[in-house]
């Protein structure tokens, strides 16, 4: 599933869809805004990805202090507050989705 099928998914489904995997489980909860769910799972995910959903997540709070310790882990640039959250997931999914 590419990011705009797991995006489109998040509006019209109650639940994700099975086989996504982990990281796109987690991307699917991110965007239907179950935060905390969200949350525990990129907290299982290994390396990067988990810690780039992390990021998100904590910029989506608004703990921007929080936020930029999980971009550092995901070797990434905290956006500028001109990159909405709906763009700045997109590119996460296209990125780990692939």
Aim: charged share 20%; proline share 3%; glycine share 12%.
């Amino acid at each position: 599933m590419n990011a705009t099928d797991l995006a489109q998914s998040a509006i019209d489904d109650t639940q994700p869809s099975a086989g996504l995997g982990a990281v796109g489980e987690c991307l699917w909860y991110a965007r239907v805004g179950k935060w905390d769910k969200a949350h525990d799972l990129c907290q299982d995910l290994p390396g990067k990805a988990g810690s780039w959903i992390h990021a998100w997540l904590h910029r989506e709070e608004g703990d921007l202090g929080n936020a930029g310790y999980w971009y550092s882990l995901a070797g990434k640039e905290m956006p500028s507050k001109q990159v909405s959250l709906e763009d700045e997931w997109m590119a996460i999914a296209n990125e780990l989705l692939g």
